[in-house]
């Protein structure tokens, strides 16, 4: 599809239409996606046209622009990788209790816990909050990075404002794992691994302050702390099984975040 760039952006506008729907949660200036709701193929076609053409215009504002919305979508599950590298949409995180088994479990890096999962206040003069998605663990440039669980490397990317380089990884147990502000990255999509194997030497690229591992984990592409799974000064899982509940989860999360935004 050949789209000129007021195309590009109006299709960006009618694929943002089914997030609408969707459960969302405003604090400050920051908006939380709380549910999800799968996009159609046809809304993954607008988006990539959308960029496709921004790329061949130049135009880094709009391709900046599908970037974060798409980022967004994957944030709050409405997208994901297949095996093949390939963007897919995604359902809903199912009801009630999912057991997930994660006794394969190997540390990813090895250090202190330099930054917690949970609502951060922006460091600026507008009262607003932001979610880190994740843990940074503290290490030294050069060190090296392993994959937390077997599974297969669903992408690999470099973002310069926020992860830097960085590795998504899909594991059988139904968990994803990312891992930011490598130095670089010694894997490629679609590379089945063991848990434990190297995956990228360590660093600081991105939006760092110094080297450290930024560690995600998501069930459906939703930001489980992962401090809930492992116990990380002493390198071993609390037990071999999580109990994932979406509703527990998202409700446990929005009360972070309003008690973060009363104290401020």
Known sequence: MNLNLQSSLLLITLAATPVAS???????NDTVVTDTIPLQPSDLDKIISAM?????????????TTLDYMGSLFDAGFIGFNKAGALFSKGKAPEGDVHINVSEFVMPARGPITSVFGPRKRKSKRKT????????IGIKKGDIIRAAFPGYVATTGYDKRGYGYYIIMSHPNGLQTLYAHLDSITV????????????????????????HLHFETRYCALPINPEDIINFPAGKIHSATYIFNKEKLLRDQAAAVESVSKAQ
């Not at 969707?22 to 400050?28: K, M, N």
């Not at 921004?54 to 709009?62: F, G, I, K």
């Not at 089945?192 to 600081?204: Q, R």
């Open 22 to 28: 969707a459960d969302i949660v405003v604090f400050g």
């Open 129 to 136: 909050i932001r979610m880190h998605r994740g843990i940074d």
């Open 188 to 211: 490629v999509p679609t590379t089945t691994l063991k848990a434990g194997d190297p995956i990228a030497i360590g660093g600081s690229s991105g939006n760092s302050t110094g080297p």
């Open 52 to 64: 496709t053409e921004s790329v061949r215009q130049q135009d880094t504002q709009v391709l900046n």
